[in-house]
Structures are given as C-alpha cells and as structure tokens.
C-alpha cells in the first residue's frame, strides 16, 4: 500500500474517491456550454441552459505541455452548473451559471490500482457525485456509466495520444495546446 497518496482526493486503502476539496482554486481546462435546441429554443428563446467547467492542478497542465500526456494522479473535476440567459451590454443572449447540479471525477492511474472496484479501470478512476454530497460517489461502474458516452472522444483524440487519454475530450482544452 502507498504510504502518500498519487492524488489528494483519493483513499489510498480503498480507493474511495471524492470531489477534491479546494478545486476551483485550480486553474480550468476549459468550459462547454450547452445551449437550448429544438422546442426549448421556441419556446425560451435563444440561450444557454447548463454550463460544464473543467478543472485540473496546475501541476497537470504543466506536465501535459511538456509531455503531451497526463501524469499519473492527474485529476479532472467537471462541474455541472446550471445557467441563465440574459440581455446583457455585451450581446442579446449572455449565458451565466448559477447553481451546481453535480461533479463528475477522473483520476489518471497509470499503475492498474484497486483492480477490484467497478470505478477504476482503462487507466483512470471513474465517479460522479450529486450537489449534496461532494464525498458520497453515486455512479456504480464506469464500464456502463462512463464508457458509452466517452467513445466518441477515441475518434476525436490526437492519433499519438497515450490509449488512456483517448477518452478524454481534449480538443476542448486549448490551454494543453499553448507552449
Ligand atoms: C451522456 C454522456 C456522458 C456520460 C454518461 C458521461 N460523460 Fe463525461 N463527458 C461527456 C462529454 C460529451 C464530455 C465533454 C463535453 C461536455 O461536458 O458536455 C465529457 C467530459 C467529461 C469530463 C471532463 C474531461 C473530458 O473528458 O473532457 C470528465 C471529468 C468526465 N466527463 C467524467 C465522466 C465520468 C466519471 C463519467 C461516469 C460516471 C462520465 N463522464 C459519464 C459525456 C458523458
């Protein structure tokens, strides 16, 4: 067993994982923002419905540009808020968030640990957490809660990418991109 831990939101001797505590002081990776389509846009008009930001440790970014790959223990906090729409100065349809709806966690582990757990698994540890409980994971395994929706981002991934990384939509990170 590891006396450190690889990451600060991790329980070395189960593998229970939480949201980490102090992430918004880390920089973001980058934001997607998802707007109203098809019957909710007749009927609100133009807008911007719920906004996810994505975060990481300073120190991953800096490994990442060096590296083209994630260090081991990297860790992405993606934080779903909800989002109001306004006229503002700037432009007629100016999205804002406003409350948090939950977290979604990975963690880079390029050891293969906690082999038994249905969260860890394809080179990361998988978990999603509702706005209630940023400590309790509400996901039961990744092989059918994480894996469907993150195929795609194989397709889209830089071909030299490390197979672990695949699965991360990365093209929507720029800030990885920047020497
Ligand atoms: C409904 C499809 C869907 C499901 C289910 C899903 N993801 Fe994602 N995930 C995405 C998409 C698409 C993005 C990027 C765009 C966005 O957030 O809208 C993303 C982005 C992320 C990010 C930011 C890093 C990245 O890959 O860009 C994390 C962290 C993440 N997901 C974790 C998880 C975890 C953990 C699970 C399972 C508990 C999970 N996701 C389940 C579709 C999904």
């Known amino acids: 067993m590891e006396e450190k831990p690889f990451a600060p939101n991790v329980d070395v001797n189960t593998g229970a994982i939480r949201v980490p505590e102090g992430y918004t002081e880390w ?7 998802h707007a109203h389509t098809g019957e909710q846009l ?5 807008g911007v419905h719920e906004y996810h ?4 440790q300073p120190e991953t970014i800096a ?9 081991d223990g990297a860790v992405l906090v993606k ?3 909800n989002a109001e729409t306004l006229a503002m100065t700037t432009g007629p349809a ?5 409350t948090i709806k939950g977290w979604f966690v990975l963690i880079r582990d390029t050891k293969g640990r906690y082999k038994e757990s249905p969260l860890w698994g394809d080179g990361w540890a998988w978990s999603l957490f509702n706005a209630d409980d940023p400590t309790r994971t509400v996901s039961k395994n990744y092989k059918t809660d994480c894996i469907p929706c993150h195929t795609p981002a194989r397709e889209l991934a830089p071909r030299n990418a490390v197979d672990a990384d695949k699965w991360i939509y ?6 990885l991109r920047k020497q």
Do not use: N
């Open 27 to 33: 920089p973001t990776l980058g934001t997607w923002a």
């Open 42 to 46: 007749e009927m609100i008009g133009p």
């Open 53 to 56: 930001v994505v975060y990481t």
């Open 63 to 71: 490994y990442y540009r060096t590296h083209r790959r994630f260090p």
């Open 79 to 81: 934080e779903l808020f």
């Open 94 to 98: 100016v999205g804002h968030g406003t």
């Open 170 to 175: 990365s093209f929507g990170y720029p800030v």
